[in-house]
């Protein structure tokens, strides 16, 4: 082989390389399919979606209070209910979900996958690889019903204490209280939960994946949009500083946030940045004397 062959299949091999490194770039990729209109926030702005589409980390997401939708990725169907607040997030072993409130289903036909679903809530953390489960969450407690496949637990700040439930287990935590786990669900969890939830979910994303929509016409976003997720006890929430500031640049917002800095208080350098160091004087250095003695 010649260096000009050898140099023909770099190239071949290099692009190779970079079309499946895309391909798998995008397979963890959510398409949002809503039923009624969803609210997304993508960095700084906020859109009102009501057609399918394509889904980016950071994301927020909230469905109407008579709305509903879908998450649906490679082998992965969840189902938002009515009045839900979620979030794509990102792990280091695979896609992850910051579920601020509300209901999700979580359907994951993959039982060769090598990769956890996180999911976040304020007071419980849950890894899925395969399997179903029903989840509520809000601020101060969460429930889930696994029904299949198996769900591993862990209390948020305390990722080393694991503790893994397999199907047809109910487990149940409030702030500040341990873990209750057992094979019986609430009677509250059992009549709050959506009733399509107790179907098993179906994947809707497939038929439109070639009309995906490109968000357009949005609003920046206002201390009201955002409330909910800048106090919320969630991983998530470390960077929202960094990504929101700019939005601390300009009233109401920054007067906002200023009004509620007790629940905010990493936001605090942010309005009251400390004086900046006074600089230092440079100093001549002193030159030595000579000892020598003039003759």
């Known amino acids: 082989m010649n260096a000009r062959t050898t140099l023909q299949a770099l190239r071949i091999g290099f692009a190779i390389a970079c079309l499946c490194a895309l391909q798998s770039a995008r397979a963890g990729q959510y398409i949002l399919v809503p039923e009624g209109t969803v609210t997304l926030i993508r960095a700084t702005t906020v859109f009102n979606v009501d057609a399918p589409i394509a889904l980016e980390q950071g994301d927020l997401l909230a469905t109407a209070a008579q709305g509903s939708a879908q998450l649906e990725s490679d082998g992965t169907t969840i189902g938002l209910g009515a009045d839900t607040h979620i979030a794509i997030d990102a792990a280091p072993g695979g896609d992850a979900l910051a579920l601020l409130s509300g209901w999700i289903k979580i359907a994951r036909t993959r039982p060769d996958a090598t990769e956890s679903l996180s999911i976040d809530t304020a007071t419980l953390d849950g890894a899925m690889r395969d399997g179903a489960a029903v989840l509520h969450a809000s601020r101060d407690a969460t429930s889930l019903f696994i029904e299949t496949g198996a769900m591993t637990l862990a209390l948020p700040g305390h990722a ?23 094979t019986r669900p609430a009677p509250a969890f059992i009549a709050g939960m959506p009733l399509p939830f107790r179907d098993p979910l179906v994947a809707l994303s497939t038929p439109v994946k070639g009309k995906l929509i490109v968000a357009s016409q949005g609003r920046p976003a ?9 106090s919320a006890p969630l991983g998530i929430r470390r960077g929202f500083v960094a990504r929101f500031r700019p939005l601390a640049e300009r009233e109401p917002f920054r007067s906002q946030v200023r009004q509620n800095l007790r629940d905010l208080p990493e936001w605090r350098r942010v309005l009251c940045p400390p004086p900046a160091r006074p600089r230092r004087r440079a100093v001549a250095p002193v030159q030595a004397q000579s000892t020598e003695v003039e003759s």
Request: negative net charge; hydrophobic residues 40%.
């Open 222 to 230: 206002t201390f009201a949009d955002l409330a909910g997720w800048l």
């Open 160 to 182: 080393d204490v694991r503790q893994t439930l397999d199907g047809d287990h109910y487990a149940a935590r409030e702030a500040g209280k341990p873990l209750d786990a057992s």
